[in-house]
C-alpha cells in the first residue's frame, strides 16, 4: 500500500495530465486528432526550452525574473538581421544576406551574455537572485526598446520575415497519411535530451543539485559554487535566447513586448512538473510534464470552448495546489 502510495506521489504530475487530456477528450473526442496534438506540441516547444532553461536555476535554489525579457531581446535582434533582402521596412536596408545561422547564433550568445551577467552578479557581489534578476528584466527591457526603436524601424514591428528562417518554426517532416512533426518539436525533444544528460550524467548538474540541497555543505565538500552558478545562468540564458529566436521563427515576427511573462509561465510550468522551489529537486520529464500540461490548458479548454477567465482560475489553481504540494514535501524532507 504504501509504495503504490509513493508510486502514485512521485507521478502525480503525468496522472493529472493524463487526466486532463480525458477529461478534455469526453467534452470534445475532436480533441484527440493528431493535428490537434501537433499543434499543443508545437506551441510548447519555446515555452519547454524556456522553462528548462529556468529548471537550471530554480534546482540551485535560485530565481530568474529576466527570461522573458531575454525571449524578447533576442527575438528581436535575429529577426532584424533575418528579413527578407526586398522587404521594404527591412530593420537594416543595406544589410547583406547573412547565412540563417549568424543572425540565430547571434541570438542565443545574446542571451548568454545576459545570463552570464546575471550570474557574475549573484555569485561575485552576492546580490540575491530575485534582485539581481529583477534588475536584469528592467535592463534587458529598456535596452531591447532602444534597439527596436532604431532608425528607420523606430519600434514599428518586425515583420517580412525570411521563409528559410521562418521554416525553422513552423515547418515539419512529412510522415506521410496525413502525419507529420514539426522541426520545432524535434528541436525541443534534442535540447530536452541534452538537459537530462546535464542534469543526470556530468559533474555540473551533480553540483547543481548540490548546491540547491545546501549551499553550505557544497561549499565544505569542495565544489566552486560561484564557478557552477555563473555556468547556470549562462546556459538558462542560452536556452532562453534560444527560445526567443524559435520563438520568432514560430510566429513569422517580433516586437520588443515578446516574451512578456514568459518567465512567470516558465517557473510556474517548473514548480507543477515537481521542480522545487527550495532548491535540490527536479527532474527534466517532469519539467516537460509541467509544459504540457498548461499547453494543454490553454490549447484544450480554448478547444472546448472554456471562457480565458475560467481558464486562468484554473491555472492559478494548480500553481496553487503545486507550490502547496511542494512545501508538504520540503517540511517532510526537514
Known sequence: MFRVRHYMTQRAIFLVLILLVIGIAIADPGFLAFSTLRDI?????????????????????????????????????????????????????????????????????????????????????????????????????????????????????????????????????DLGGGYSIPYIVLIAIAVAAVCWVVFNKTRLGKNMYAIGGNVQAAHVSGINVARNLIALYAIAGALYGLGGVLEAARTGGATNNYGNMYELDAIAACVVGGVSTAGGIGTVPGVMAGVLIFGVINYGLTFIGVSPYWQLIIKGLIIVAAVAFDIRKYVAKK
Open 41 to 173: 506540441l508545437q506551441q510548447s516547444s519555446t515555452r519547454a526550452i524556456i522553462a528548462l532553461g529556468a529548471a537550471f536555476i530554480l534546482v540551485t535554489g535560485g530565481v530568474d525574473l529576466s527570461a522573458g525579457r531575454v525571449v524578447g531581446l533576442t527575438a528581436v535582434v535575429s529577426a532584424s538581421m533575418l528579413q527578407i533582402d526586398t522587404y521594404a521596412n527591412r530593420f537594416f536596408p543595406d544589410l547583406p544576406h547573412l547565412w540563417v545561422g549568424l543572425p540565430i547564433v547571434i541570438g542565443i550568445f545574446a542571451g548568454l551574455a545576459v545570463g552570464l551577467i546575471n550570474g557574475l552578479i549573484i555569485a561575485k557581489l552576492n546580490v540575491p537572485p530575485f534582485i539581481a534578476t529583477l534588475g536584469t528584466m528592467v535592463a534587458v527591457y529598456g535596452f531591447n526598446s532602444i534597439y527596436f526603436d532604431t532608425k528607420p524601424n523606430q519600434s514599428q514591428p518586425i515583420g517580412g520575415l525570411r521563409p528559410d528562417f521562418t521554416k525553422i518554426g513552423s515547418g515539419y517532416i
